[in-house]
């Protein structure tokens, strides 16, 4: 389900520590140099009230079976 209207760009944060640190750069697809950026989607005009009776419908449901103490997990 969407929640509101998507794009998608190409980024790359600066972890450099100093004056640098959490520049944050951005190319349209196709524009990116090639330096290691990630595409993204980014969320644009969230529609509050479609995520919010979600998000309810979730936390609002049967919490799964419990694994007995010392059982293995998948």
Known sequence: MKYAKQFSFFLILSMLLGASYGNTLSWAPGQQPGMGEQLVEVQQNLDKEKF????????????PRAHPTGEARD
């Open 52 to 63: 919010y009776k979600e998000y309810v419908d979730l936390l609002t449901r049967p919490t």
